[in-house]
Every structure is written in structure tokens, then in C-alpha cells.
Nanobody, 125 residues
Framework: QVQLVESGGGSVQAGGSLRLSCAAS????????MAWFRQAPDKEREGVAS???????FYTTSVKDRFTISRDNAKNTLYLQMNSLNPEDTAMYYC???????????????????WGQGTQVTVSS
């Protein structure tokens, strides 16, 4: 059974940083594209960043140059380094696994993804 467990969320002030982690099990992690999504209250789910098995990355415009997605296949773990956080980044952040090999499509077509339970990120002004 595939399991994705996020951690690293918390509360920070604007301008601060957080590093999210997603530990994966029950799948051949290195062969999957992985991604981070987020959902704020009363807003639709938004794709944040994705990384393919080959290491190609794609970011939504609002987080470019602030967030960095990475993966450690030896540890079956996905990361999201978030810098220069602002209150608009406040949301529940979800890890997702996908068999799609195209980075932008992993964020735009999440219908068949496997999801984690989420970790809350709160940024205060």
C-alpha cells in the first residue's frame, strides 16, 4: 500500500523559511514523479512544484525563486524548501505521487495522483 507522510509544517513570520518533507513507502519511489500541492481555506487546490524521476522540475509562478523542490531517492523522501514566505503561502500542503513523466502536467492534471494527509503551513505578517 502506497503511503505518503508529510512533515515540517508550522507557523512562521513573513520572510521566514520552512522545509517540508514527504516520506514515501509502498512504491518504487525513484520511478515516480512527485509534487507538492497546497490548499488554503475557501480556495481551490493549487499545484506548487513538481519533480520527475529524471529530475526535471516545474514551479507555479507565485513560488518561483522562493521555493525549491528536491528528492532523495536513497531515502524515499521528497522535500520542499520554502524561503521568503508570505501570508499568501498559508495553506495545507500535500505531497503527491504520479506516474506521469511530464513535470508541468503533474501539477495541472492531478486526477490519478496518490496523496498524503497534508501538513499545515501558517505565515503571519
Amino acid at each position: 500500500q502506497v503511503q505518503l507522510v508529510e512533515s515540517g509544517g508550522g507557523s512562521v513570520q513573513a520572510g521566514g523559511s520552512l522545509r517540508l518533507s514527504c516520506a514515501a513507502s509502498g512504491l518504487t519511489f525513484s520511478t515516480y514523479s512527485m509534487a507538492w500541492f497546497r490548499q488554503a481555506p475557501d480556495k481551490e487546490r493549487e499545484g506548487v512544484a513538481s519533480i520527475t524521476s529524471d529530475g526535471f522540475k516545474f514551479y507555479t509562478t507565485s513560488v518561483k525563486d522562493r521555493f525549491t523542490i528536491s528528492r532523495d531517492n536513497a531515502k524515499n523522501t521528497l522535500y520542499l524548501q520554502m524561503n521568503s514566505l508570505n501570508p499568501e503561502d498559508t495553506a495545507m500542503y500535500y505531497c503527491a505521487a504520479s506516474t506521469d513523466s511530464v513535470a508541468w502536467r503533474v501539477l495541472k492534471r492531478p486526477d490519478n495522483h496518490v496523496w498524503g494527509q497534508g501538513t499545515q503551513v501558517t505565515v503571519s505578517s
